[in-house]
């Protein structure tokens, strides 16, 4: 079962909870943090790699936080599972360190890098507008609370 990092999953909550909360001027980590029951000093970093790459403003000060530097529909799962992340690998045929041993004789590599592009995609089409808009058809709530993306063969 292809699962995401409580790293991806703690971002994709995050971006949704401030597409939710768009009137407020920002928010802080340890808001976002309480309205989760997440860690508040891994998802402090998980914004800042957030911001860092143009996801999320970051506003300094007293009343500091995070807002949405783009809109929400114009985010994609993929982008922030990627910046949180790295790339999407469902087997260890391809990695950012080479190619595995087997490359040569392998019979699945390529049919299995086909599944991974076509997961790739989907993630590219979820956009945090999505999972604000209806939780129930692209994802439910999974145990503690982290977000679950349902990928179902079509």
């Known amino acids: 079962m292809l699962r995401l990092t409580k790293k991806a999953d703690y971002g994709l909550m995050a971006l949704k ?3 939710e909360h768009q009137d407020a001027a920002s928010l802080s980590a340890k808001d976002i943090a309480e309205a989760y029951h997440i860690p508040p000093q891994l998802l402090a970093k998980i914004l ?9 403003r970051s506003h300094a000060g007293m009343n500091g936080g995070y807002s949405l530097l783009k809109d929400a529909r114009e985010i994609s799962a993929f982008e922030v599972i990627y910046v949180i992340d790295g790339p999407l690998f469902i087997t260890s ?3 950012s360190h080479g190619s595995c041993d087997l490359t040569s004789s392998c019979t699945i590599k390529e049919p299995l890098a086909r599944v991974n592009d ?26 503690h609370g982290l977000v679950t993306i349902n990928m179902r063969a079509t």
Do not use: M
């Not at 997961?119 to 999972?131: P, Q, T």
């Open 48 to 56: 800042q790699r957030l911001a860092k790459v143009g996801l999320l």
């Open 17 to 19: 909870f401030l597409a």
């Open 118 to 143: 076509d997961i790739s995609d989907l993630l590219k089409k979820i956009r945090i507008s999505d999972l604000v808009d209806s939780d129930a058809s692209h994802g439910h709530r999974g145990e």
């Open 93 to 95: 045929c391809n990695t």
